[in-house]
Every structure is written in C-alpha cells, then in structure tokens.
C-alpha cells in the first residue's frame, strides 16, 4: 500500500503561483510514477501532469503547459507541482495520485490507470 498526502492549497489571484506538495509513505518502490488530477464540482476528475518515478519522464495537460511544472525530491518521496500564472479555470481540488504499472501517453491521462489517491487539497484562483 501507499499512501499519498498533499499540502499547498489556497487562495490566489489570477496571475499568482501557488506550490502543491504530495508525500508518498508506505512501499513507494513500487511506484512507476505520481501525478496530479483535480476536479470541480459536477465535473470528471481532469489529468494535469505526470512524473515517471525512475526514468524522469513528465506529462503535462495542454491547458497548463508553459505554467505549471512537475518535479520529485527522490530523498523524501515528494512530488511538487508549482503553478504560475494561474487562471480562475484553473480552481479545483487538486488530487496526488500514484500509478504501480507503466504509463504511455495515452494511459497517464485516465485516472482509471492509477492506484493510490491523496484526499485531495483545494486550489481557488480569484479573478
């Protein structure tokens, strides 16, 4: 089992940079890597980005390409997602989630293909 607890949320203006972390505890060596998800009320949970946990490989929605970036301390299994320029599209509960097989780029944007969820941590961008 692993488990996943973000941190980071908040209130932010538009145009403002907000840092989500996640911390993965348990049998993270038998991660293949973590992303982010995160979903608005009445809406399908949304892929934002994935890190590949070994060979660095990153995924990244196009709504938040050139803003966002996803990265790992591999010392303290965290992943960050630091955001900038934030939009008010971009409000959300933001969900850390953990993939136990390979991804291709097809794969990484279904939440079906991951096993482990954190609670999730909101993110409100003001206009």
């Known amino acids: 089992q692993v488990q996943l607890v973000e941190s980071g949320g908040g209130v932010v203006q538009a145009g403002g940079s907000l840092r989500l972390s996640c911390t993965a505890s348990g049998r993270t060596f038998s991660m293949y890597g973590m992303g982010w998800f995160r979903q608005t009320p009445g809406k399908e949970r949304e892929f934002v980005a994935t890190?590949?946990?070994?060979?660095?490989?990153?995924w990244y929605a196009d709504s938040v390409k050139g803003r966002f970036t996803i990265s790992r301390d591999g010392n303290k299994d965290t992943m960050f997602l630091q955001m900038s320029r934030l939009k008010p599209e971009d409000t959300g509960r933001y969900y850390c989630a953990a993939a136990k097989w390979a991804l291709n780029s097809v794969a990484v944007v279904d939440a079906e293909h991951y096993d482990y969820w954190g609670q999730g941590t909101q993110v409100s961008v003001s206009s």
């Open positions: 890190l590949s946990w070994t060979g660095g490989s990153t």
